[in-house]
């Protein structure tokens, strides 16, 4: 089958890969020129374990199904408007932000106006249209109206299929996703619903069901997502003031079936592109409709306590002897919104290191050193420049580099090489007071002590 998928993001390249892998005929179709020569040579912009690799074997054809094969068009060019034309399905993979606290629904309805110009004045026959981009509740039905305008009342092949992947195992879920749900104008026409079923074949675990309620599904699971870390992360902040440890009492409160031990760790604030803009954008919407959702503004709000709890932290340890006259080096381990990828959108160690630039506070006798294991984040350069001009060193280093001579450590994003990190070493290359903050919980305090560090960590009490 021939699939075009448009935006080679997080989301539209494992599935381009997956898709690819299980025999169709794959065009890509990316308006960035950088993203789309990468992603053709094999060598994408974005991190995701294993999809380098994968692309290398699309591109010699190893361990293909019958006809696979991936191809990259930059939007606008005359072949990939053809491959628009030609595709039997054809999956929406580009973003949609929150903007003001309302969903940006711009590159969504470029994206379908491309697909509908690329197909022409006469309503197309035996082919679909895929949005998988995260989309809020009346979006989907809105879009096939625009399209009806067009093509008549009587087309209706749009669907939606909400993502489900995760960010740092981004292809192994799209290789065996945990369900593909499959949303459908009540009116349908069969042949377009088997086609976007056969698109999506051999994954088992579809689900086909109306338009809103795949819609509302993507939503809710980042909801419920969401709103179970930040109670967790109250708890913990609860468990710090009464002198308990929050990853010893979610462990032991996971042991209920009922709760579940899985994403349960206690952290210093969710992040990322998704969690952020979707409790934000469900929220907006249900305000809009006059509905009052406390459990998830809740969730919004408690978020920020999580996040301050590193800053409030630093600055503390700051205000103190002996750094409070001191020149002080701090070293941030691990930078963007969770281990296994490179986006650091909404990242909440870049907002700790953005929110200490920015301070008020007389920063001239400091200097921030940042290490990331994906190497150098995108907004590296404003933060630097901004950080110039305010008179702040800020810089990128090796791990070696950054925590040598370092007084302050945050530690940011539980990458393996953060949590495994020899402590004996940290410790002997540290300078006094050899602070260091745990966001993820990723050290043992008691080894962390062993050795002498002053160790602090998210949801961790002090025992009398
Ligand atoms: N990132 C995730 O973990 C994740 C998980 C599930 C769902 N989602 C949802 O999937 C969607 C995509 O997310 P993402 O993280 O992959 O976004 P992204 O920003 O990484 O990628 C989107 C890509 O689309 C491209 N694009 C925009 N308009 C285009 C057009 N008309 N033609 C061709 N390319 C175009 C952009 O240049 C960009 O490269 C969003 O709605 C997001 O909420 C994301």
């Known amino acids: 089958m021939k699939v075009a998928i448009i935006g080679a993001g997080f989301v539209g390249t494992p599935t381009a890969v997956v ?202 699971s980042n909801c419920l997502l969401a709103a179970r870390l930040s109670a967790l992360n109250d708890l913990a902040r609860v468990c710090a003031s009464v002198g308990a440890d929050a990853v010893a009492v979610a462990r032991l409160a996971g042991e209920d079936p009922r709760i579940g031990s899985q994403y349960l760790s206690p952290g210093g604030g969710w992040g990322g592109s998704c969690f952020p803009k979707d409790v934000q954008a469900l929220v907006s919407m249900a305000v809009d409709r006059g509905i009052s959702v406390p459990s998830l503004s809740g969730a919004i709000v408690s978020n920020e306590e999580a996040k301050n709890w590193a800053i409030s932290q630093f600055w503390d340890t700051m205000s103190r002897p002996p750094l409070i006259d001191a020149s002080v080096k701090v070293a941030v381990l691990g930078l963007t919104f969770k281990p296994g990828t490179n986006d650091t959108r909404e990242s909440p160690p870049m907002e700790f290191v953005w929110s200490m630039v920015r301070s008020t506070c007389d920063l001239d006798n400091m200097e921030i050193v940042l290490y990331d294991p994906t190497g150098t984040p995108p907004e590296e350069e404003a933060l630097v420049s901004y950080a110039d001009g305010l008179g702040v060193k800020v810089r990128c280093a090796d791990v070696h580099e950054a925590v040598e001579g370092a007084h302050v450590l945050v530690l940011g994003t539980a990458w393996e090489e953060v949590a495994g990190a020899d402590l004996r070493w940290v410790a002997s290359v540290m300078e006094d007071p050899r602070v260091v903050l745990d966001t993820r919980r990723m050290w043992s305090p008691y080894a962390a002590g062993l050795y002498g560090l002053d160790y602090r960590g998210f949801g961790l009490g002090r025992a009398s």
């Open 19 to 220: 898709l690819a892998e299980r025999g169709h005929e794959v065009s890509v179709i990316e308006a960035d020129e950088e993203r789309a020569r990468a992603l053709r040579e094999q060598r994408p912009l974005l991190y995701e374990d294993g999809l380098e690799e994968a692309l290398v074997d699309i591109h010699l054809g190893i361990g293909l199904g019958a006809k696979g094969s991936l191809d990259v068009y930059l939007r606008g060019d005359p072949v990939a408007v053809d491959a628009l034309a030609a595709a039997d399905v054809t999956i929406v993979c580009v973003g949609t932000p929150t903007d003001g606290g309302h969903q940006n629904d711009t590159a969504l309805v470029g994206a379908v106006e491309d697909w509908r110009n690329a197909i022409g004045d006469h309503a197309p026959d035996q082919r679909a249209i895929v949005i998988k981009s995260t989309v809020l509740p009346g979006t989907c039905r809105r879009l096939l109206e625009g399209l009806r305008d067009k093509w008549g009342a009587d087309w209706s092949d749009l669907y939606h299929s909400p993502e489900f992947l995760a960010e740092g195992t981004a292809l192994a879920d799209a290789r065996d996703p945990s369900r593909v749900v499959i949303g459908a104008p009540t009116c349908g026409s069969l042949t377009a619903v088997h086609l976007v079923q056969a698109a999506m074949a051999p994954f088992n675990r579809q689900h086909l069901t109306t338009l809103e309620n795949a819609e509302t599904t993507k939503y809710a």
